[in-house]
């Protein structure tokens, strides 16, 4: 039997894998939600399947994305992540991963609990029947946004916050059709 997916799913077996196993499912842990939000803001203006592709790269390149290490950062670690073919080097993003890292160290509450505090009621919630039905932003990817650039973070504008929301399963934006579909 063939699966129906999400339109964008169905492009490369990368997006089918993505789109199967991660895409939507609720993700927790500091690391974890880092990771997200970083490789979100280093989509920016670039295809996801790029981002995707270079995940591990990005994962080694930047301590697996515990905060601590990467807020530790210095100008050497710039220098090498701006030569390191495995991840995009974009100095604008790079310095925001490692601001992003610093701004979680300074929080006084987790930053499961932060990002999680954001997600909506999915009860309210109508499921998209097509992709044109799925929003870029919210109000909530955009108080999350503002709260984040508040307390100090970088690359983390609304449609950011809603990709890493979607991505993280804070909003179900499965299709109707999806057998993802959870509603």
Not at 31 to 54: M, V
Not at 137 to 144: F, V
Not at 156 to 161: A, H, K, L
């Amino acid at each position: 039997m063939i699966r129906q997916r999400c339109g964008w799913a169905n492009s490369t077996p990368d997006y089918v894998a993505y789109h199967d196993d991660e895409w939507g499912v609720a993700l927790h842990g500091e690391a974890a939600l880092f990771e997200r939000l970083t490789l979100e803001a280093f989509q920016s203006g670039l295809s996801w399947l790029t981002i995707l592709r270079k995940r591990e790269g990005f994962r080694a390149a930047f301590a697996g994305f515990q905060p601590e290490k990467v807020a530790a950062f210095g100008p050497d670690d710039v220098a090498r992540l701006m030569a390191d073919p495995a991840i995009v080097r974009n100095r604008a993003k790079i310095d925001a991963a490692i601001r992003n890292a610093n701004a979680i160290a300074a929080l006084d509450t987790p930053l499961d609990e932060l990002l999680w505090s954001f997600a909506p009621d999915p009860a309210g919630r109508p499921r998209p029947a097509t992709l044109a039905d799925v929003p870029a932003s919210t109000p909530e990817s955009t108080a999350m946004a503002k709260e984040l650039k508040r307390r100090g973070f970088t690359f983390v504008g609304p449609t950011t916050c809603y990709a890493m929301m979607q991505a993280t399963g804070m909003v179900d934006d499965h299709i109707a059709t999806c057998w993802r579909a959870t509603g």
